[in-house]
Protein backbone atom coordinates (compact mmCIF):
# COMPACT_ATOMS: atom_id res chain seq x y z
CA UNK A 1 0.00 0.00 0.00
CA UNK A 2 0.89 3.53 -0.47
CA UNK A 3 0.03 6.43 1.64
CA UNK A 4 -0.08 10.17 0.00
CA UNK A 5 -0.63 12.57 2.61
CA UNK A 6 -2.01 16.10 2.87
CA UNK A 7 -1.86 18.15 5.88
CA UNK A 8 -3.59 21.21 6.94
CA UNK A 9 -3.90 24.49 9.17
CA UNK A 10 -7.85 24.79 9.18
CA UNK A 11 -9.59 25.44 12.20
CA UNK A 12 -11.96 21.99 13.41
CA UNK A 13 -14.82 24.45 12.96
CA UNK A 14 -14.62 25.50 9.32
CA UNK A 15 -15.96 23.33 6.20
CA UNK A 16 -14.03 21.21 4.43
CA UNK A 17 -14.79 20.41 0.76
CA UNK A 18 -11.26 18.00 -0.18
CA UNK A 19 -10.44 16.83 -3.76
CA UNK A 20 -7.80 14.57 -5.37
CA UNK A 21 -6.34 14.94 -8.81
CA UNK A 22 -3.55 13.33 -10.73
CA UNK A 23 -1.44 15.33 -12.83
CA UNK A 24 -0.60 14.00 -16.09
CA UNK A 25 0.96 14.92 -19.60
CA UNK A 26 -2.81 14.39 -21.22
CA UNK A 27 -4.10 16.78 -18.29
CA UNK A 28 -5.84 16.37 -14.96
CA UNK A 29 -7.87 14.31 -13.80
CA UNK A 30 -10.42 13.13 -10.55
CA UNK A 31 -9.13 10.90 -8.04
CA UNK A 32 -10.94 11.91 -5.46
CA UNK A 33 -14.59 13.98 -5.83
CA UNK A 34 -17.41 14.54 -4.38
CA UNK A 35 -16.70 12.09 -1.53
CA UNK A 36 -16.01 9.47 -3.56
CA UNK A 37 -12.89 7.90 -5.56
CA UNK A 38 -12.91 7.39 -9.38
CA UNK A 39 -11.51 5.27 -12.24
CA UNK A 40 -8.43 2.82 -11.02
CA UNK A 41 -8.89 3.89 -7.54
CA UNK A 42 -12.53 3.36 -6.90
CA UNK A 43 -12.41 -0.07 -4.47
CA UNK A 44 -8.43 0.21 -4.17
CA UNK A 45 -8.39 3.47 -2.06
CA UNK A 46 -9.80 5.43 1.30
CA UNK A 47 -9.78 8.25 2.79
CA UNK A 48 -7.26 9.14 6.31
CA UNK A 49 -8.65 12.31 6.95
CA UNK A 50 -7.26 14.58 4.27
CA UNK A 51 -4.32 11.63 3.09
CA UNK A 52 -5.23 9.07 0.92
CA UNK A 53 -4.38 5.21 1.48
CA UNK A 54 -4.23 3.02 -2.29
CA UNK A 55 -4.01 -0.64 -1.65
CA UNK A 56 -2.14 -2.85 -3.76
CA UNK A 57 -0.64 -0.06 -5.77
CA UNK A 58 0.71 -1.10 -9.15
CA UNK A 59 3.09 0.88 -12.06
CA UNK A 60 0.25 2.57 -13.01
CA UNK A 61 -0.79 4.59 -10.03
CA UNK A 62 2.94 6.07 -10.41
CA UNK A 63 3.02 9.86 -10.99
CA UNK A 64 1.96 13.15 -9.22
CA UNK A 65 -1.10 13.78 -6.90
CA UNK A 66 -2.71 17.10 -6.21
CA UNK A 67 -4.60 17.95 -2.99
CA UNK A 68 -6.99 20.41 -3.00
CA UNK A 69 -8.88 21.83 0.23
CA UNK A 70 -10.95 24.46 0.59
CA UNK A 71 -12.37 25.62 3.70
CA UNK A 72 -15.60 28.01 4.09
CA UNK A 73 -15.64 30.37 7.43
CA UNK A 74 -17.26 33.57 8.35
CA UNK A 75 -13.86 35.24 6.95
CA UNK A 76 -14.56 33.83 3.58
CA UNK A 77 -13.12 30.88 1.78
CA UNK A 78 -9.93 29.63 2.08
CA UNK A 79 -7.79 27.61 -0.31
CA UNK A 80 -4.53 25.07 0.10
CA UNK A 81 -2.95 22.59 -2.49
CA UNK A 82 -0.10 20.25 -1.86
CA UNK A 83 1.44 18.31 -4.65
CA UNK A 84 2.80 14.73 -3.79
CA UNK A 85 5.28 12.44 -6.47
CA UNK A 86 3.97 8.77 -6.23
CA UNK A 87 6.90 6.63 -7.65
CA UNK A 88 6.18 2.44 -7.68
CA UNK A 89 9.07 0.08 -7.78
CA UNK A 90 8.94 -2.45 -10.21
CA UNK A 91 11.76 -5.24 -10.56
CA UNK A 92 12.43 -5.95 -14.13
CA UNK A 93 11.22 -8.95 -15.88
CA UNK A 94 12.91 -11.29 -18.52
CA UNK A 95 14.48 -9.40 -20.92
CA UNK A 96 13.93 -10.11 -25.23
CA UNK A 97 17.34 -10.39 -26.62
CA UNK A 98 18.56 -10.42 -30.45
CA UNK A 99 21.63 -11.60 -31.21
CA UNK A 100 21.91 -12.60 -34.74
CA UNK A 101 22.79 -16.30 -35.24
CA UNK A 102 25.58 -16.10 -37.81
CA UNK A 103 27.98 -13.01 -39.12
CA UNK A 104 30.19 -12.34 -41.92
CA UNK A 105 34.23 -10.79 -40.42
CA UNK A 106 34.53 -7.04 -41.21
CA UNK A 107 30.84 -6.42 -40.93
CA UNK A 108 28.31 -4.26 -38.44
CA UNK A 109 26.17 -6.27 -35.87
CA UNK A 110 23.89 -5.22 -33.49
CA UNK A 111 22.80 -6.92 -30.42
CA UNK A 112 19.58 -5.85 -28.74
CA UNK A 113 18.43 -6.39 -25.17
CA UNK A 114 15.28 -4.53 -23.39
CA UNK A 115 12.83 -4.72 -21.01
CA UNK A 116 9.68 -2.19 -20.36
CA UNK A 117 8.38 -3.49 -16.91
CA UNK A 118 11.34 -2.16 -14.45
CA UNK A 119 10.15 1.13 -13.07
CA UNK A 120 12.95 2.75 -12.42
CA UNK A 121 13.78 1.86 -16.29
CA UNK A 122 16.16 -1.01 -16.20
CA UNK A 123 19.88 -0.76 -17.10
CA UNK A 124 21.72 -3.65 -18.64
CA UNK A 125 25.06 -6.05 -18.79
CA UNK A 126 25.76 -8.13 -21.36
CA UNK A 127 27.93 -11.46 -21.11
CA UNK A 128 30.48 -13.80 -23.40
CA UNK A 129 30.53 -16.99 -22.98
CA UNK A 130 29.50 -16.17 -19.25
CA UNK A 131 31.82 -13.37 -18.42
CA UNK A 132 30.72 -9.63 -18.37
CA UNK A 133 31.67 -7.44 -21.12
CA UNK A 134 33.45 -4.16 -20.22
CA UNK A 135 32.79 -0.78 -21.15
CA UNK A 136 34.85 0.71 -23.74
CA UNK A 137 35.99 3.86 -21.44
CA UNK A 138 39.02 4.52 -23.38
CA UNK A 139 41.27 3.96 -19.40
CA UNK A 140 42.30 0.89 -17.59
CA UNK A 141 41.59 -2.29 -18.11
CA UNK A 142 38.68 -1.92 -20.72
CA UNK A 143 41.17 0.06 -22.94
CA UNK A 144 44.00 -2.54 -22.54
CA UNK A 145 41.40 -5.18 -23.45
CA UNK A 146 41.73 -3.67 -27.14
CA UNK A 147 37.62 -3.74 -26.83
CA UNK A 148 35.72 -3.88 -30.44
CA UNK A 149 32.90 -2.69 -29.28
CA UNK A 150 30.54 -0.24 -28.02
CA UNK A 151 28.25 -1.22 -25.20
CA UNK A 152 25.31 1.04 -24.33
CA UNK A 153 24.17 -0.11 -20.67
CA UNK A 154 20.94 2.26 -20.57
CA UNK A 155 19.61 1.25 -24.40
CA UNK A 156 20.85 -2.41 -24.05
CA UNK A 157 22.65 -2.22 -27.06
CA UNK A 158 26.06 -3.87 -28.21
CA UNK A 159 27.45 -2.82 -31.41
CA UNK A 160 30.78 -4.16 -33.26
CA UNK A 161 31.44 -1.87 -36.00
CA UNK A 162 33.58 -4.56 -37.74
CA UNK A 163 33.08 -8.11 -35.76
CA UNK A 164 35.63 -10.53 -36.15
CA UNK A 165 35.94 -14.61 -35.64
CA UNK A 166 37.14 -13.69 -32.19
CA UNK A 167 33.54 -12.45 -31.35
CA UNK A 168 31.69 -15.85 -31.76
CA UNK A 169 30.54 -17.08 -28.98
CA UNK A 170 27.57 -17.16 -26.63
CA UNK A 171 25.53 -14.23 -25.54
CA UNK A 172 23.56 -12.95 -22.82
CA UNK A 173 21.99 -9.88 -21.56
CA UNK A 174 20.97 -9.34 -18.01
CA UNK A 175 18.68 -6.49 -16.76
CA UNK A 176 18.55 -4.69 -13.15
CA UNK A 177 17.47 -1.79 -11.43
CA UNK A 178 18.00 -2.40 -8.34
CA UNK A 179 14.69 -3.36 -7.62
CA UNK A 180 14.12 -7.49 -6.55
CA UNK A 181 16.51 -9.95 -8.57
CA UNK A 182 18.38 -9.02 -11.77
CA UNK A 183 17.00 -10.93 -15.05
CA UNK A 184 19.02 -12.61 -17.96
CA UNK A 185 17.63 -13.59 -20.99
CA UNK A 186 18.44 -16.87 -22.46
CA UNK A 187 21.97 -17.76 -23.70
CA UNK A 188 22.42 -17.37 -27.89
CA UNK A 189 25.48 -18.46 -29.92
CA UNK A 190 26.89 -16.27 -32.62
CA UNK A 191 29.01 -17.64 -35.48
CA UNK A 192 31.55 -15.07 -36.95
CA UNK A 193 33.38 -16.68 -40.09
CA UNK A 194 35.23 -15.30 -42.81
CA UNK A 195 33.37 -14.16 -46.17
CA UNK A 196 33.84 -17.60 -48.51
CA UNK A 197 35.08 -15.62 -51.80
CA UNK A 198 36.46 -18.56 -53.31
CA UNK A 199 32.75 -20.37 -52.92
CA UNK A 200 31.32 -16.91 -54.08
CA UNK A 201 33.52 -17.26 -57.62
CA UNK A 202 32.17 -20.97 -58.06
CA UNK A 203 29.21 -20.27 -57.50
CA UNK A 204 29.30 -17.21 -60.00
CA UNK A 205 31.16 -18.95 -62.48
CA UNK A 206 28.71 -21.97 -62.15
CA UNK A 207 25.39 -19.58 -62.90
CA UNK A 208 27.39 -17.81 -66.17
CA UNK A 209 27.70 -21.79 -67.19
CA UNK A 210 24.36 -22.74 -67.15
CA UNK A 211 23.38 -19.17 -68.51
CA UNK A 212 25.90 -19.77 -71.79
CA UNK A 213 24.14 -23.49 -72.16
CA UNK A 214 21.11 -22.36 -71.79
CA UNK A 215 21.81 -19.48 -74.57
CA UNK A 216 23.48 -21.96 -76.71
CA UNK A 217 20.47 -23.99 -76.65
CA UNK A 218 17.95 -21.48 -77.80
CA UNK A 219 20.73 -20.83 -80.65
CA UNK A 220 21.00 -24.25 -81.56
CA UNK A 221 16.78 -24.70 -81.77
CA UNK A 222 16.24 -21.46 -83.53
CA UNK A 223 19.07 -22.89 -86.26
CA UNK A 224 17.24 -26.09 -86.19
CA UNK A 225 14.03 -24.51 -86.84
CA UNK A 226 12.13 -25.44 -83.54
CA UNK A 227 10.69 -22.18 -82.62
CA UNK A 228 9.51 -21.11 -86.15
CA UNK A 229 5.50 -20.98 -86.66
Not at 82 to 94: D, F, Q
Not at 138 to 165: D, E, P, Q
Request: proline share 2%; glycine share 10%; aromatic share 8%.
Amino acid sequence: EAILSCKHKFSKGMSLRIEWKKIQSQGVSFVYYNGEFTGDLRGRAEMLNTGIRIRNVTRKDSGTYRCEISAKSEEGQHLGEATITLTVLVAPTTPICEVPSSAMTGTVVELSCKETEGSPPSEYQWYKNGVALLEKTGTGSARAANITYTMNKKSGTLLFNTVTKNDTGEYFCEASNGIGLSQKCSVKRMQVDDLNVSGIIAAVVFVALVMALCGLGVFYAQKKGYFTS
